[in-house]
Each structure stands twice: as structure tokens, then as C-alpha cells.
């Protein structure tokens, strides 16, 4: 959702496929996609309740997960034809891909969509029950990404070196190191490296997914919308691309929480 927010306000048409709860917290949510100005044509609603991620302090901090038979889980339609023909980009990542009836609308999208797939795990240990169902529902997205991205504690916890992913054969992969920027690996072992400008940081809540939805947003509208357009970007484009995004993820972590800059703030 994050990642189909930094689209939207970067003035690129997007949607968000995902089922959103009828509770005071979809409200929210839906509100929140809506001034973004995501379309929400092909996104669902149900009286399941939202999904919670739970954070108390007193008498310690501690952190607990409310996610059993959430709306996010439910989805049940993958069908994009509400947004037109296309070519689209598909992105996904994070809890999407592995819970619930939504994990395998999804495993459907890839195995019938014939446009781009943008693929960041994102992955969150501290709710991954079942890591070997994990794994299997994040392969159908690793043996069909174009684009595969993650930060240097996802593919850690993942335990696949760049040279594992890249046998998938995307396109590129896209490592984010934080602070120091981004480095961006391509089939031919070359490797462009991106670093970040000095900001005023307070927090990466929203960061990874900023950076994703950037870099499509750069792609779409330099016209890459097929895997044949995609490898026939050069790399001092994708330079030019990974700069925007490390630009566009800086500006998320210089304010509070998932709040993505807008076109006209980056002028």
C-alpha cells in the first residue's frame, strides 16, 4: 500500500489490489489511499477487521501481532481488468504474498500476468509463523520478478546472496544499505552504486517501500512497461533512476512514519 502511495503521489496512475476492512481503521486506511489519489477500482472491502500491529511501553515495551482472519487475508478476486488493459507493473511484498486466501490471488496474478513484476520481500520475521510456507509463497515471486529489491537485513534473513537472486534471472536487483544508499546488480555482473545525501532522519518506517515505488514511478514514465524495454535500459539511466528513488526514501525518513513525498515537494 506504501509502495502504491509513493506512486500515486508521484503523479503516475496506480491502484492498489488488496481487501481493506469495514472497521474505523479501513475507514482510514481507505481514506488515507483515496487523498493519496490511488485508484481503488480493483480494491476490496469486507467486515473482517484490520490487521494490528500492537506496540505497548508500560511496564516494558513490548510488540504483539493481531492478524488472525483479517480482511488483508481475504482477498478474493485478483482481477486488474477494472484498470484497463494495461501493460501493468505489478509490485507486491511484505504480508501480502504469504497470508491467507490474499497469498494465493496472488500466485494466480503471477502465473497468468504477462506485464512487469517489481518483487521486495520486505520480509518481518517477528510474524512469519511458518518460515518453510514463507519460502514457498516468496519463490513464485522470485522466479517471476523483473525486479527484485530488498534491504541488507531482508536478504539476511531470506539467506540468498545477490549472485542466488540474480539466478532467478531478473532483470536487476536492487540492494538498499541504509544510510549509504543503494546498489543496483544486473545479469552482467556489473554493479551500479548510489549514495545518499546527508538528511535530517527520523525514522525508515515507509523507507523500502518509498524506494520501490520510485523507482516504477521513473520507469513508467520513461516508458518501460515490458521486460524487453526493461533490458534495454542502460545503466547510466538506471543511475538516474536509483538517485530519484534514494531521493524519494530520504525525504520518507526525514519525517514521521509511511509518508511518502509528493511531485510537487521533490520540484
Known sequence: MNAAITVARLGVPCGFLGRVSTDEHG?????????????????????EPTA???VTTVPVQSFRFEGENTADTMLSSSDLSPLGDGPHIIHGGTLGIFRGRTADRF????????????????ARPQIIDDVAEWHRYAATWFQRADIIRGSDEDFDWI??????????APAIVIRTVGARGAEAYFQDGSVVAVSAKPIEFVDAV?????????????????????????DAVEHDEWREIIEFAVRVSGATCSRSGANPPWASELA
Open 206 to 230: 515507509g523507507a523500502g517501500d518509498s524506494f520501490c515505488g520510485a523507482v516504477l514511478a521513473q520507469l513508467w514514465e520513461r516508458g518501460v512497461s515490458s521486460r524487453e524495454a526493461l
Open 159 to 168: 539467506g540468498m546472496s545477490i549472485e542466488d537472486l540474480l539466478g532467478f
Open 52 to 54: 494490528r500491529a500492537v
Open 107 to 122: 500466485a494466480e496474478l503471477m502465473a497468468s500476468h504477462d506485464g512487469l513484476v517489481s518483487f521486495d520481500p520486505n
Open 27 to 47: 475507514d482510514a486506511i481507505w481514506a488515507h489511499l483515496e487523498a493519496s489519489g490511488v485508484d481503488l477500482s480493483v480494491t476490496e472491502r469486507g467486515s
